[in-house]
């Protein structure tokens, strides 16, 4: 059986900086009300007319990630990539990055994991290298959040959190089985569902052309749907036990974690698990407060800047971890 390793990272984001006191101006809210509940300070979010869509923001990633690979474009076998927002209702964005790098016809796989779809590709690219499919495989995780969101105070307690961005990898083979990816361990719970949502536009409820016909300017379906308490509550639970899980599997237990990466949602709960598992700052990456929770590509991004910064070096155990919507979760213990 072959072995997985992430040999590039790369990460866009656009360069519309939103503030708490931009936002102040649009929703009854303030810096210090949504730092409190969230801990992020700002976010990104595209500008009309600046040629940022999910895809392309995808791309850019996804170009920085190749070229710090060393993997040519032509040696790329496959494509996965994770979001919640796509370009289209359908095709899916892996289609449209396979065209715009000018890959070969290689296979596109799209995912709809929310905040787990980084972690949900990973995962992917791992089975298939280890079962010697393929040997390359660019995995993309981006969202374009912005235009999608109530932003009323109405929606405060959502639209306040989601900022726009994109990360991607390039996974390829390794020949050490003691280095690269050491485990992935995926879940669902598919009972709370409603819980975390957008209810459309959907083909088995309300129908696309209903809404238009309605134009009902109170109807909010198509709006994101929080229950945060119970999220929050949720959250915590599942990420210290598939955080457990994946250390188990390969023998480790939590003082051998140099670095965890989890994924950004709220500032607190990355805080809350941090104290549970007794890590120092050094050993958690956080930059939601700079980028709110930017979904499928909150954990690529911060993987990025976190290896950018020097804070990961080879050898070291690095733990991703991940919940959201579905309720989905899962985690990747790697060897760097």
Known sequence: MYHSKI?????????????????SKKIDTNDEWIQERTGIQERRHIVKGDGNTTTSMGV?????AIERSGVAKEDIDFIVFATLSPDYYF???????????GLNTVG??????????FVYA????DQYIKTGMYKNILIIGSEVHSTGLDMTTRGRGVSVIFGDGAGAAIISREEDSNKGILSTHLHSEGQYAEELIVKAPGMGGRWVTDIIADNDPNDESYFPYMNGQFVFKNAVVRFSEVIMEGLKASNLDVSDINMLIPHQANLRISQFIQQKFKLTDDQVYNNIQKYGNTTAA???IALTEAWEQGKIKSGDLV????????????SVVIRW
């Open 91 to 101: 095709p899916g964005p892996g289609v449209l990055v396979q065209r715009d790098l």
């Open 319 to 330: 733990v991703l971890a991940a919940f959201g919507s579905g309720f989905t979760w899962g």
């Open 298 to 300: 909150s954990i690529p």
């Open 108 to 117: 596109a796989l799209d995912i709809r994991n929310q905040c787990s779809g």
């Open 7 to 23: 040999a590039g990272l790369g990460y866009y984001v656009p360069e519309n900086i939103v503030t708490n006191d931009d936002l």
């Open 60 to 64: 850019k990633a996804a170009k920085i």
């Open 122 to 125: 990973l995962s992917i690219a």
